[in-house]
């Protein structure tokens, strides 16, 4: 390895003002012996105020990591400017960087800063557009047409890099699918492949297998959430038919039959929590026999016949045919809450349904979030669960404190959504942003 090659970095002044699009990173390849003008090229861009200049100092030394050192900095690069010179195009380091950057497909714009033969330069510039620094032209010149040629394309080159970063962790990552793109960032990403500019380096193939299975994931994730919710739908609707059913009927044990039929269904689409869902469902339904027998003692109480003042003096009306109790002259109303009907007492069972719905959606939201702050570890610890609310009071009440309640654990869940390690473009239900608290919505955005 040649002794006057360089491996080091010094990086231009970043700006911290999130108003301003962020600056277009540039990575300069130069042989030691062209030091002094390199700065002169650095001073020059960073003067600019739009570019982040990434600059090799430090020697290499023998058994030094140097390659996966220089790979790193020339792949978090936007473009690789190449100062072209007799000792940097017989560099092999130089060399080596031209060949590195050309694999990850980035832009190259090479530089002449004195005259070198045709066969000198890389062969693998010949048919790029130089920038001109050499004899005849003046270093200011020079200066303003490199940063024209850093310019171009400037959107799709900073994509490009973008999108290749992330391709690369999902790689190495075993491409594992948290990795991928979500929602609007898949169709940004397409766009991006189809508006290519004639002049810019093509994508590389990572690049559209990340595309291709973010957009595969997506279709699989949303297919299933549309099943899912379409299942729900039909297994609410079948309970509710079965309960106004059973509720005409006035029967306890046709309300407790439907309850447990409207479990199973949801269960049954619910598989990662199955045994959990069937422990609770048998649980429910004690709940609500327990809660519709309550409510008819007060009725049955009232039906029965007060032995303390003796039996009834007044004798059913009699049929003038043959002396009985006539069936007509019973005016007592037997449909469903009406006066004198034993079931006026019991709770509504559209609204049992409901808080049995309630109960379901809340306690899966907090074991999604138990999941979560587990995964998260440490990140989480200072995030609890709120306590679960009790199960004495009537339905309205115990339906109140079941809203609170899942209202809570939205606002939690939403911001445990904002600490994943995931991509920032991640759809999240926007009910649950709207609950997330402001120093989060403010750190997302």
Partial sequence: MP????????????????????????????????????????????YDGGFEVFLDRHSIHEGEAWRERLGGLIAAADI???????????????????????SLSKRIVP??????????APASLNALQYVRFDEGHSFMAGLASLRRALRADLHWIREHTRLLTRAQEWDTAGRSENRLLYGPDIAAAKAWLEQRP???????????????????????????????????????????RALALATGAGGLAGVACIAAGYFWYVARDQRNFAEAAIEKRDAYIAE???????????????????????????????SPSNGTA???????????????????????????????????????RARRIEDEIDLLGERLTDIALPPRPSEEGTVDEQLANWRAYDERLKEIEARVLMMR????????????????????MRKKG
């Fill in 111 to 120: 530089a002449l800063i004195e005259p070198v033969s045709a066969d000198a």
């Fill in 198 to 240: 004639p002049d810019a380096p093509p994508p590389l193939e990572l690049h559209r297998d990340y595309i291709a299975a973010s957009e595969q994931a997506e279709a699989a994730r949303l297919s299933d959430e549309r099943s899912q919710a379409q299942t729900l739908k039909n297994a609410l609707s079948r309970s509710r």
């Fill in 3 to 46: 002794a006057a090659d360089t491996l080091g970095l010094t990086v231009g002044a970043t700006d911290a003002d999130p108003d301003k699009p962020p600056k277009l990173k540039v990575f300069v390849s130069y042989s030691r012996t062209d030091t002094a003008f390199a700065d002169e090229v650095v001073a020059g861009l960073e």
């Fill in 421 to 440: 390690p995931l991509p920032r473009q991640q759809t999240i239900d926007p009910e649950i942003l709207q609950k997330a608290p402001e120093p989060y």
């Fill in 326 to 364: 006539s069936p007509e002259d019973d005016t007592t109303d037997m449909t469903p809450n009406a006066p004198g009907n034993s079931n006026a007492g019991a709770p509504d069972p559209a609204l049992v349904a409901e808080l049995a719905q309630l109960k379901l959606t809340a306690e899966t």
């Fill in 288 to 318: 609500l026999e327990a809660a519709v027998a309550e409510a008819q003692e007060p009725a049955a109480s009232e039906d029965e016949p007060n032995m303390s003042e003796g039996p009834s003096t007044s004798p059913p009306p009699l």
């Fill in 80 to 102: 690789v400017v190449f100062l072209v010179s007799r000792a940097s195009a017989a560099s092999e380091l130089c060399q080596w960087e031209v060949s590195h950057a050309q």
